[in-house]
């Protein structure tokens, strides 16, 4: 089953502290109204987050299969790092969960992916809250898509509370 329009709802991301430059644990919480299939690869952008030590160089991204996440059972893990750019730091920054070859999500089950600190994902600089509509970086992509999507552009946005000082203060 293709997923139409607006897929995931519901969605939050959560990080266990808002210090930056130090690695976090990050947790993605999401619903999908269609389900999730075997082989489905979902995408959650993190732009300013890096595995460098967050002093403006680039680390390597880890093979799908080589991030460690919970549930194991049901998703493989992957992430890629984006580049260094001084005005949008590691703005590219992404995870990807295939569904294991052997599982399936039913449509609208609450689904919460963790990412372990030990992964040693860590924001670069900060951001605002994402209901705070003064700050001009609120529009960040923190967003979730899935290669299901007929339309594969519709990405959704995560609510997110702020995390650190925000990248101008850098």
């Known amino acids: 089953q293709e997923c139409l329009s607006q897929c995931f709802w519901n969605t939050t991301l959560d990080f266990s502290s808002r210090t930056i430059r130090r690695p976090v644990e990050i947790k993605i919480t999401f619903r999908a ?3 999730l299939t075997a082989n489905e690869l979902i995408v959650v952008n993190l732009p300013r987050f890096t595995r460098s030590y967050a002093n403006g160089t680039d680390a390597a991204g880890v093979p799908l299969g080589n991030l460690v996440v919970s549930p194991s059972l049901f998703f ?3 992430w890629v790092e984006g580049e260094y750019n001084e005005s949008q730091p590691y703005n590219a920054s992404h995870l990807e969960f295939q569904v294991e070859s052997y599982a399936s999500i039913s449509a ?3 689904v919460t992916i963790t990412v372990h600190e ?3 994902l860590r924001a670069y600089c900060g951001f ?3 209901d705070d509509v003064i700050s001009a970086f609120a529009h960040l992509p923190f967003t979730i898509s899935s290669n299901a999507s ?6 959704v946005k ?4 702020q995390f650190g000082d925000g990248c101008a203060a850098w």
Do not use: Q, V, W, Y
């Open 76 to 78: 493989r893990a992957a």
């Open 150 to 155: 007929t339309e594969s552009a519709i990405k």
């Open 128 to 130: 605002p809250a994402s």
């Open 108 to 110: 609208n089950d609450m």
């Open 33 to 35: 109204h269609c389900g």
């Open 158 to 161: 995560f609510e997110h509370l």
């Open 118 to 120: 030990e992964s040693g």
